[in-house]
């Protein structure tokens, strides 16, 4: 299975190419953890998948080279053209992963193929009717209240009850950036079951995890602190019932006895008290 580096490194080349030969950044920058989902998506649908691209101007052809790269993507497809400069760097960049004749301009022709496509959530009805895809990737999505294509997003999932609405961020608290949405058509239904099941495996079980390991460091924190109120009462204790506390901790046996009952970090905390109460 691809790690998050991997399944993100080509599209990272395509910036660097872009910022260093263009001098260009890309509007929409697809992000490594939306990259990985979409990937883990995509390996769980049953067919051989057509994308139109509705982001290649903004995302500078990042999103095509993202679909470009899927096994299960057999052809993707650019609405918008790109600059002449970007166009080269793209075609130069598909060439060195021997996907240069995946990618076409203009729309798809009809087959025996699921279709999907990247969009940005503006005038998203028009798209759908005009296309009629399986499925539909937005980005970037924002928060509920502030994201335009969130809201487009829901009033079409709400008048049209065949399609169901993902927010990845939604999935799991480890995915709570993302800016990925994924809208899907009731028959893809078991491969949303997959998918999400997946994601819960690869990603709530660590969460799970960490937070038993914060909780645990907690709760080592406050025994840490009452050890430490317990030693201050120690060291008080013994300065008011034995003056002479220095003879006592150098005695031989009572030295044993104290290096063998109590553990280094505590003995190194009584002697830095001791230090500051006493001077030596």
Same mark, same amino acid.
């Given at each position: ?43 769980? $649908? ?10 290649? &101007?903004?995302?500078?052809?990042? &999103? ?12 993707? %497809? ?5 600059? &002449? ?7 130069? %960049? ?6 240069? !004749?995946? *990618? ?33 990737? $937005? ?10 294509? +969130? ?9 049209? *009850?065949?399609?169901? $609405? ?26 949303? #079951?997959?998918?999400? !099941? ?33 030693? #201050? ?5 013994? +300065?008011?019932?034995?003056? %002479?506390? !220095? ?8 030295? &044993? ?7 280094? !970090? ?15």
């Amino acid at each position: 299975m691809e790690s998050l580096y991997s399944s993100y490194q080509p599209i990272q080349v395509m910036i660097d190419l872009l910022a260093s030969s263009a001098n260009q950044q890309p509007l929409i920058t697809p992000s490594p953890i939306d990259i990985y989902v979409f990937n883990l998506f995509i390996q769980t $649908l049953p067919k051989p998948i057509v994308l139109t691209d509705y982001l290649a &101007t903004a995302s500078q052809g990042t &999103t095509a080279v993202a679909a470009a790269i899927q096994k299960k993507i057999i052809r993707v %497809h650019m609405l918008q053209d790109l600059p &002449t400069a970007q166009k080269d760097i793209l075609q130069q %960049h598909l060439q060195k992963y021997l996907i240069m !004749e995946k *990618v076409h301009d203009g729309q798809p022709a009809v087959g025996q193929w699921m279709h999907a496509i990247w969009h940005s959530g503006e005038d998203l009805s028009t798209a759908i009717a005009h296309n009629a895809p399986d499925l539909i990737f $937005l980005m970037p999505v924002g928060p509920v209240g502030a994201s335009d294509a +969130l809201a487009n997003a829901i009033l079409y999932c709400q008048a049209n *009850v065949a399609f169901r $609405l993902i927010l990845v961020r939604e999935l799991s608290p480890f995915l709570a950036k993302s800016q990925l949405a994924i809208m899907c058509h009731s028959n893809l239904e078991p491969s949303v #079951d997959r998918f999400t !099941e997946r994601v819960e495996g690869l990603f709530n079980g660590n969460f799970d995890f960490s937070q038993l390991l914060e909780k645990q460091l907690q709760a080592e924190m406050r025994q840490s602190e009452k050890m430490i109120e317990t030693d #201050d009462e120690m060291i008080h204790y013994h +300065l008011e019932g034995y003056p %002479h506390i !220095e003879s006592l901790l150098n005695g031989g046996f009572i030295q &044993t006895i104290y290096h063998r009952l109590v553990p280094v !970090e505590r003995r190194l905390k009584l002697r830095e008290i001791r230090v500051n109460l006493l001077g030596w």
